[in-house]
């Protein structure tokens, strides 16, 4: 019986490497993805690349800030706090994305976790919150915090400038405008 077995089973097996084997000769055929060719050396790119991750650590920690405050926000305040930062995390989000995708369009890879985050951000992480921070705190850290954005993107645009690189360029002089517009709007709060 046993013979029997082994002997139903060969066709199967010869059919399955002989499938192996084929999907082998496809993968050694297919070519290699080319090197990156934009116009901008390597290094270059990966000056860049290092900029727009520590650009990206500091946004998404602001991001991250401006999200807990509008979860957290109390006082006469409430209302039209929780819709600002509402408005912007949610903007900030969707730049978030922008960022990541210049990176690898660089050819590197971007960062997306906490430890990587914490290791390049600009930003102090506040702890989280036992007791609610007065809405005035959470205001002026948020004017910091964008601050510290927008000096990131000086950094990063100055950078890609030296490279020529105009979609960087491009991509933090919208940011940095953004981020002015958000520490200006939330500065008129506190004067």
């Given at each position: 019986?046993?013979?029997?077995?082994?002997?139903?089973?060969?066709?199967?097996?010869?059919?399955?490497?002989?499938?192996?084997?084929?999907?082998?000769?496809?993968?050694?055929?297919?070519?290699?993805?080319?090197?990156?060719?934009?116009?901008?050396?390597?290094?270059?790119?990966?000056?860049?690349?290092?900029?727009?991750?520590?650009?990206?650590?500091?946004?998404?920690?602001?991001?991250?800030?401006?999200?807990?405050?509008?979860w957290?926000?109390?006082?006469?305040?409430?209302?039209?706090?929780?819709?600002?930062?509402?408005?912007?995390?949610?903007?900030?989000?969707?730049?978030?994305?922008?960022?990541?995708?210049?990176?690898?369009?660089?050819?590197?890879?971007?960062?997306?976790?906490?430890?990587?985050?914490?290791?390049?951000?600009?930003?102090?992480?506040?702890?989280?919150?036992?007791?609610?921070?007065?809405?005035?705190?959470?205001?002026?850290?948020?004017?910091?915090?964008?601050?510290?954005?927008?000096?990131?993107?000086?950094?990063?645009?100055?950078?890609?400038?030296?490279?020529?690189?105009?979609?960087?360029?491009?991509?933090?002089?919208?940011?940095l405008?953004?981020?002015?517009?958000?520490a200006?709007?939330?500065?008129?709060?506190?004067?």
């Open positions: 019986m046993a013979k029997t077995k082994s002997i139903t089973k060969a066709p199967a097996l010869a059919k399955a490497n002989a499938a192996k084997t084929g999907k082998q000769k496809l993968a050694a055929a297919a070519p290699s993805a080319p090197g990156i060719d934009i116009g901008i050396k390597e290094g270059e790119r990966k000056k860049i690349a290092d900029g727009l991750s520590r650009y990206q650590a500091d946004a998404f920690t602001l991001y991250l800030k401006t999200h807990n405050f509008h957290n926000v109390t006082g006469s305040m409430f209302n039209s706090l929780h819709a600002m930062f509402e408005t912007q995390y949610t903007e900030q989000w969707a730049a978030l994305d922008e960022v990541a995708e210049r990176i690898r369009a660089l050819g590197f890879n971007a960062p997306g976790s906490y430890r990587e985050f914490a290791a390049l951000t600009s930003i102090p992480e506040e702890p989280g919150l036992t007791n609610s921070a007065d809405w005035r705190e959470m205001v002026r850290q948020l004017v910091v915090a964008n601050e510290a954005v927008c000096r990131t993107a000086r950094q990063v645009l100055d950078v890609a400038d030296d490279a020529d690189d105009a979609p960087t360029e491009d991509l933090m002089t919208q940011r405008q953004t981020h002015e517009k958000y200006w709007m939330l500065r008129s709060l506190l004067q």
